[in-house]
């Protein structure tokens, strides 16, 4: 039995969105993140079951992401958290993304918005190192 103990949702933005929420997203990046002549693939969500966390499950998913990224054309891999997810800034750290923005949220920093990004070139797959195995679902 296959079990998903974590997973990954993304899909590419572009200049010409015609989602509300796109287009907000695509605004707030637009001077942080080139969009002309590229493809951005934007990781809307992602996460890996408390109980399996730390074991290398999201790295494999990350590292497959890009594989994949890489080989389909994007140029960058774009994510956004909250400043409270200190787990997951930690991972995306580790996995050298890089802040491109921070939205500070007045009431509460804890709620404040990061963007990270992280620019997709072939030696970025001689850094990869997960041993875990990955498996596609499909739709």
Known sequence: MVIPVSFKVAHEIRLDESEPKLIDLVARLREHIRFEGRRILY???GGTRSDWRG???FRALTEQQEEWAIQNGFDEVVVKTKNKFYEMRSTLDNLRFEVVKYERN???NAESK????KRLVPELLERHRSTRT?????I
């Open 43 to 45: 990781t809307w969500i």
């Open 55 to 57: 074991q290398g499950h």
């Open 106 to 108: 007045e009431a509460d």
């Open 114 to 117: 990061v963007y990270l990004s």
């Open 134 to 138: 990955v498996v596609q679902a499909t």
